[in-house]
Structures are given as C-alpha cells and as structure tokens.
C-alpha cells in the first residue's frame, strides 16, 4: 500500500461510518413515520367503526320501534274484531230467541199451538 492510501483510509472508512450511521438515522425516521401513519389509521378505523355501531344502535332502536307500533296496531285491530264478532254473536243469539218467540207468539194468535 502506498502512504497516501494509508492516510486516506481512516479518513474513507470515517466518510463510510457516516454514512450508514446517516442511513441508519434516515430508516429510523422513516419507521416512526410509518408508525405515525399506522397509528392514524388505525385511529381513524376504530372512530369508523363507532359510528357504524352507533347507527347501528339507532336504526335497530327505530326498527323496534316500529315493529312494536304495528305490533300494537294489530292488536287493537284484533281487540275491535273479537268485540265486533262477540256483539255479532250476542246479536244473534238474541235475534234467534227473538224469532222463536215471535214463530210462538204467531202460532198461538193463528191457534197454530198451544202456546208452550
């Protein structure tokens, strides 16, 4: 090896030390960045994901809602119904008992029975 080879290595291995200790700083800054960006992701699907659940939450209160008036509709529909055919069923009841009297009554006026 020649002396001016000699006085340059320190110097060269020097400038190459550098140089990765300055790659390895560039690769450091460059995971905490990813890092950042992962974290900002993640934050911004985890703050995605409650709002989802949340309208989630509101639509399924609004449906239940909505099942439980047609729900009570429908009751109140089937309560009018069994009064209306209770009515209609007393109706006729007394419709039948009023035509046996009048059938009796009539056979009695024209002698048609003897009255029991």
Known sequence: MSEDNRDQSPELAEAAMN????AEQDAARAIEQCEREADAILQAARQRARR???RTDERITLINQRIRQRLQKQLAEADRQARRSEHEDADDSRTARLDEVVAGLAARLTGGADGD
């Not at 140089?19 to 300055?22: E, G």
């Open 52 to 54: 989802i659940a949340s």
């Open 19 to 22: 140089r990765v200790l300055t």
